[in-house]
């Protein structure tokens, strides 16, 4: 039986990590100033991505933690394994990466990264590597466009429009279209330990998950997700999101207007005789 032991992780080109996180991710994206891409590997075959970069809210983090230099931390922003990996691949995997990141950028005290449970997983992954929970909250931020697809509120306004928009909403970035239901959790691993005690305010016990309500497994909220595995809950896994479920939804009805419009079709023509 294949073991989480046999995975190797090493470093690989963003175009690489790219291509198995489009195919794999829920979300279907990539982030586009990622620097550091690692790749996990079974048996000489790519079957999972991790990818890392400065935070898109840099001078807002950087403050989480007293005194970090600017490029004191790193944001781990994209997780991603496909199910050929054997089970515990994905905590072992980060384990890895992040012993890897303090031996080689010894000036990277601290990683953060953010569990999204409006779509996937409240960050399963990220307790069994030891990260913090410094914060959970409602999500103010994903927005469903007209389209169904899942947006963030930040990236609706860019260029000349971002102070137009900031005039106009008091300084405030502002979403369009209805909000996503659900909750974004924060977590902070500290690769140099003394960075630990600068940290702003206190960790919050996992307990606080299940009490605010932000339970959440493979999409699934609740008890439903509490009573799931720990695979893939970080999100990396492939599950159909409500954007996905609204393109079948609309697919399934295609094909069912299309089923009823060859029946008429064929009913309406006479039988051809046997040859």
């Known amino acids: 039986m294949t073991s989480a032991k046999e995975i190797e992780v090493r470093p690989i080109a963003k175009r690489d990590a790219d291509a198995l996180i489009r195919r794999v991710h829920y979300s279907g994206k990539v982030v586009r100033n990622s620097k550091l891409s690692l790749g996990v590997f079974l048996h000489g075959m790519l079957e999972g991505a991790m990818q890392l970069g400065p935070s898109l809210q840099k001078s807002n983090i950087v403050h989480l933690v007293r005194d970090t230099g600017w490029n004191g931390f790193l944001e781990l922003n994209r997780l991603a394994f496909t199910d050929a990996l054997p089970r515990n691949s994905e905590s072992r995997a980060l384990g890895i990466a992040l012993r890897m990141i303090r031996k080689n950028y010894p000036h990277i005290e601290w ?105 959440m497994y493979r999409g699934v909220r609740g008890k439903q997700a509490m009573a799931g595995s720990n695979r893939h809950s970080d999100g990396a896994a492939p599950i159909p999101t409500l954007q996905r479920q609204r393109g079948m939804e609309n697919e399934t009805r295609q094909a069912t207007a299309t089923d009823a419009s060859e029946a008429a079709a064929r009913e309406s023509r006479p039988a051809q005789a046997a040859r």
């Open 111 to 215: 990683i953060i990264s953010f569990a999204d449970a409006c779509q996937c997983g409240d960050g399963t992954i990220y307790r069994a590597a030891g990260f913090l929970l410094t914060a959970i909250k409602i999500n103010k931020d994903l927005h469903i466009a007209e389209d169904g697809s899942i947006i963030h509120k930040m990236s609706q306004i860019t260029g000349r429009n971002k102070l137009q928009h900031l005039a106009a909403t008091g300084g405030r970035w502002r979403g369009t279209g209805p909000t996503l239901e659900g909750h974004t959790l924060r977590y902070i691993y500290f690769l140099n330990p003394a960075a630990r005690a600068r940290l702003v305010g206190e960790p919050l016990p996992y307990s606080a998950i299940e009490a605010r309500g932000a339970t």
